[in-house]
Structures are given as structure tokens and as C-alpha cells.
């Protein structure tokens, strides 16, 4: 673990308090594991002193830079921007709030050393309310189940890149949620480690447990554009199959009905649902067929781009 490139990104917004004692604990970790360091806070359009501080910080210290937002464009935004500026061979993600401990460090290396491409941390222990523990539980159990990855702690804001991979990342919205879901559907080796996590002392958390609501149309997308991306015909044409079929089950016991009683029984809801239904089918499958076409132009200009 000799004289390793480390990056270490910090999304800050609105943690004047917390910079500066972040900053010493983390020199005090790394001065034992490497001289080549940086340290990027992402000040995501904070009104409180947060921009002066990390003023002081890097006018104090060269390993430390900033990236100022006008306004706050979400934890997201703010990771991508650093990963951007990142140059470490590792990089580090880890929360502007103290929370996160960076004791963890080496552990997190170790792991890399031994050829994990992502290693995210777990808060095991969770020093956070009731209701955000049980809600996070919550959506930690339905993402690993559809996702198929098996993590107890996606977003953990304490993570660890090969360069790479956190470079590759698409970033936006609440997608820093799903970090995982994407670098495991491109193929990378992920882990978890679980990471000492302490009760914030300054400032206020940025997530209620409303937030999940959002961060749910976000897996959506995100299962869309992993998964299904590749074969939207798959995706849109199963669903539209359904539809489809019980369109047409519905309207062949119409015409039963018609033929055999000389009216349809007064079941009109159910024709118009079947109707309906054969509709919706023909769009969805549509639909995936657009879908394929824009796949295959997309294929033609990235070809080269998926060698390992
Ligand atoms: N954060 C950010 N932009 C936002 C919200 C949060 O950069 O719009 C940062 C925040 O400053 C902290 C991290 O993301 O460093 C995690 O936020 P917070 O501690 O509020 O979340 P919690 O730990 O309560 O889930
Ligand atoms: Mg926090």
C-alpha cells in the first residue's frame, strides 16, 4: 500500500462546521498510507459559510481543491463533478457531515488491493433516526431484490473507485442511489465492507425519508437503462404481449357472447377493457421496436467502447 494515488471527493452542502475537522482526519489517516493524495470538496450551492471555508481550506493546504455549484444541483451532480477532477487511481467518496469515519480508509484499500473494482460501505450500526433507518431497510431490500445485487447498504455515501469506474459513471438526479446497480451491470467487481458509522454533530441531514419516493421512479430508470437497455424489444414487447393476449381472451368471449345470445350480456366495461388492452399492447410492442432502432444506432457508434 506503498505511495498510492488517492482522490477522495466530498459532496458538501451547507457543512460549514464539519469541513474543517474532516479535513484533519483524513490527513492524519492518509499521512501513514501515501504523499500523493488529493482531497475535492464539491460545494453544491451551500448558503451557509461552506464556500469560505474550503476557501481557507485550500488557500491553507494544496492538497485540498474546490468546485463551487451557483446552486444546489443534488448529491449527484455534486459526486460527478468530483470524479470529473479526480486524477487518483483510487477515489474516495465520503460525506461532508462527519458521519462516515476516515479510520475506514485502509480497509476500503485493502480491498481494492484485492481486486474489487467498487467497494461501498455498510453502516451497520446506523446512527440515524428511527424512521430513516427503517425506510433505507426498506429500500435496501427492494433494490438488492430487483437489482440482484446482494448489498445491505447502496447508498452509503462512503465508497471507494477504481479510477475508472467512478469516471464511467452517469450521474444525475437521485442516481447516486444506485451507484452499485450500475457498476454491476457493466460488469465490475463489487463488495461491501461495514464501516463505523457516527451521529452528525453539526448542521442538518438533507434527506428525509420523502426523498425515497423519488429515488424509486430513479430505479425505474435505472433498471430500464441497465437491464432492459440492450433489448427494449424484450422489455416493452413482453408487457405489450400481455396486453395483448388478454385483449384478445376478452374480445373472443365477447363475440361468444354475441354469437350465442345475440347480444354481449351487458358486459360493455369488459369489451371496452378488451379493446383497450389490445391497444395498449400494440403501442408497447411499438414502442420496443423504436426502441431497438435506437439501440442499434447507438451500438453502430459505440462498438469499441465495451473492451475489458
Ligand atoms: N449533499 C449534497 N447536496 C445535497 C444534499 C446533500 O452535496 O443536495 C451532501 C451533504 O452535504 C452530505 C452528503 O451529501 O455530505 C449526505 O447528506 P446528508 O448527511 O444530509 O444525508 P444523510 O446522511 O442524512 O442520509
Ligand atoms: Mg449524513
Known amino acids: ?23 484533519d482526519e483524513i490527513k492524519d489517516v492518509l499521512k501513514n498510507i501515501t504523499k500523493n493524495y488529493e482531497i475535492i470538496i464539491v460545494n453544491d450551492g451551500s448558503t451557509d459559510k461552506t464556500k469560505e471555508v474550503i476557501e481557507n481550506l485550500t488557500a491553507k493546504d494544496i492538497h485540498i481543491s ?15 463533478a468530483g470524479f470529473k477532477k479526480a486524477v487518483g487511481e483510487t477515489i474516495f467518496t465520503m460525506d461532508a457531515d462527519l458521519q462516515d469515519d476516515p479510520q475506514e480508509i485502509p480497509n476500503f484499500l485493502d480491498k481494492i488491493d484485492e481486486g474489487f473494482d467498487l467497494v461501498s460501505g455498510w453502516k451497520q450500526n446506523r446512527k440515524d433516526s428511527f424512521v ?8 435496501n431490500f427492494v433494490t438488492s431484490l430487483l437489482s440482484k445485487i446482494k448489498l445491505h447498504d447502496f447508498n ?38 461495514p464501516v463505523h458509522h457516527r451521529k452528525r454533530k453539526f448542521g442538518k441531514s438533507k434527506y428525509g425519508p420523502i426523498r425515497f419516493l423519488n429515488g424509486f421512479l430513479d430505479l425505474l430508470t435505472v433498471m430500464v437503462l441497465t437491464k432492459y437497455f440492450k433489448r427494449p424489444a424484450h422489455f416493452f414487447g413482453g408487457l405489450g404481449s400481455i396486453a395483448l393476449f388478454l385483449g384478445f381472451v376478452i ?5 361468444y357472447l354475441k354469437l350465442t345470445f345475440g347480444n354481449i350480456q351487458g358486459r360493455l366495461p369488459l369489451f371496452i377493457a378488451g379493446i383497450l388492452f389490445i391497444m395498449v399492447g400494440i403501442q408497447l410492442i411499438s414502442l420496443g421496436l423504436i426502441g431497438e432502432m435506437f439501440v442499434k444506432i447507438s451500438r453502430k457508434n ?3 467502447n465495451n473492451i475489458a
Not at 474546490?66 to 460527478?80: C, D, E
Request: aromatic content about 14%.
Open 66 to 80: 474546490g468546485i463551487h455549484f451557483r446552486t444546489n444541483f443534488g448529491k449527484a451532480s455534486a459526486l460527478s
Open 1 to 23: 500500500m506503498n505511495n498510492k494515488e488517492i482522490s477522495i471527493v466530498i459532496p458538501a452542502y451547507n457543512e460549514a462546521e464539519n469541513l474543517p475537522f474532516l479535513c
Open 156 to 193: 452509503c455515501g462512503f465508497k471507494a473507485y477504481k479510477g475508472e469506474v467512478a469516471k464511467g459513471l452517469d450521474l444525475y438526479g437521485q442516481m447516486h442511489r444506485y451507484i452499485p446497480v450500475m457498476a454491476g451491470n457493466e460488469g465490475y467487481k463489487i463488495t461491501e465492507i
Open 302 to 304: 459505440n462498438s469499441k
Open 132 to 139: 430513516k433507518n427503517s425506510s433505507s431497510k426498506f429500500f
Open 251 to 255: 374480445n373472443m368471449y365477447i363475440i
